[in-house]
C-alpha cells in the first residue's frame, strides 16, 4: 500500500483541464518536503515532469503545473491532449520511513 | 546528456542473488545520489534504496537486510545486489539519478528491466 494517496484515475475529452491529487501525511508532505512528479506512458520508464512542487524540467510543455499545500500537492494538466495519456506518479520523502516514498498512480484518459 | 545503462539477470529462482548494474554515461557519478526502484507488474513505484558518490547509503527498510547497493567509480557504474529472492521481488527494477539533499528527485532513469523469480 502506498504511502501516498492518489485517485485510480481521471479523464477528460481533448482541450479540458484535469488535476490529480496526492495525499500525504506529516510525516512527509505536511512536513514540509517537496513533492515531484513523473509521466510513465505505456512500456516506458518514468520521466520526470514536475519537480520541487512547481518547477518543469526543460522540455516539459507548461501545460502542466504542480502545486502543494498543507498535507497535499496537486498536478493540473490544461488543454488535454491525447498524448498525455499515461500514468502519473507524485513523489516525496518521509521522515518516519527516512527514504522515498510514490504515490499509487492515476491512469489519465483521454476521452 | 545523461544516460543511465543498465543490465543484469532477468530470471532467478527463489532464495537466488538478484544483481543488477546500472552505468552512467554522459555523466560522472560525483556529487549525486544513485538510486534503485522497482515496479510490480501492473502496481506503482517502490523506492528501494540509494547510494551517494561518497558511499553513504540509505535503504528502504523492509528490504535492507537482504540488500546492497556499491559504487565502481572507475567504471562509472553502480549496482544492486538483493539476496534471498522470492515471487514477490518479481518487478520491473530501474536506476535512476537522484538530485537534491532531502526530498530528492530522479531526472535521469535507465530503461528497466524485467526480473522474475519463478521455480
Known amino acids: 500500500q502506498s504511502v501516498l494517496t492518489q485517485p485510480p484515475s481521471v479523464s477528460g475529452a481533448p482541450g479540458q483541464r484535469v488535476v490529480i491529487s496526492c495525499t500525504g501525511t506529516?510525516?512527509?508532505?505536511?512536513?514540509?518536503?517537496?513533492v515531484h512528479w513523473y509521466q510513465q506512458l505505456p512500456g516506458t520508464a518514468p520521466k520526470l515532469l514536475i519537480y520541487?512542487?512547481?518547477n518543469r524540467p526543460s522540455g516539459v510543455p507548461d501545460r502542466f503545473s504542480g502545486s502543494r499545500s498543507g498535507t497535499s500537492a496537486s498536478l493540473a494538466i490544461t488543454g488535454l491532449q491525447a498524448e498525455d495519456e499515461a500514468d502519473y506518479y507524485c513523489?516525496?520523502?518521509?521522515?518516519?520511513?527516512?527514504?522515498?516514498?510514490f504515490g499509487s498512480g492515476t491512469k489519465v484518459t483521454v476521452l | 546528456q545523461v544516460q543511465l545503462q543498465q543490465w543484469g539477470a532477468g530470471l532467478l529462482k527463489p532464495s537466488e542473488t538478484l544483481s543488477l548494474t546500472c552505468g552512467v554515461f554522459?555523466?560522472?557519478?560525483?556529487?549525486?545520489?544513485w538510486s534503485w526502484i522497482r515496479q510490480s507488474p501492473g502496481s506503482g513505484l517502490e523506492w528501494i534504496g540509494e547510494?551517494?558518490?561518497?558511499?553513504?547509503?540509505y535503504f528502504d527498510p523492509s528490504l535492507k537486510s537482504r540488500l546492497t547497493i556499491s559504487l565502481d567509480t572507475s567504471k562509472n557504474q553502480f549496482s544492486l545486489r538483493l539476496s534471498s529472492v522470492t515471487a514477490a521481488d518479481t518487478a520491473i527494477y530501474y536506476c535512476?539519478?537522484?538530485?537534491?539533499?532531502?526530498?530528492?528527485?530522479?531526472?535521469?532513469w535507465g530503461r528497466g528491466t524485467l526480473v522474475t523469480v519463478s521455480s
Open positions: 535512476a539519478r537522484g538530485r537534491g539533499v532531502i526530498g530528492r528527485f530522479f531526472d535521469h
Open positions: 554522459g555523466g560522472s557519478l560525483s556529487d549525486h545520489y
Open positions: 547510494i551517494h558518490s561518497s558511499g553513504r547509503t
Open positions: 506529516t510525516s512527509n508532505i505536511g512536513t514540509g518536503y517537496d
Open positions: 520541487e512542487n512547481t
Open positions: 513523489h516525496s520523502y518521509d521522515s518516519g520511513l527516512r527514504g522515498s516514498v
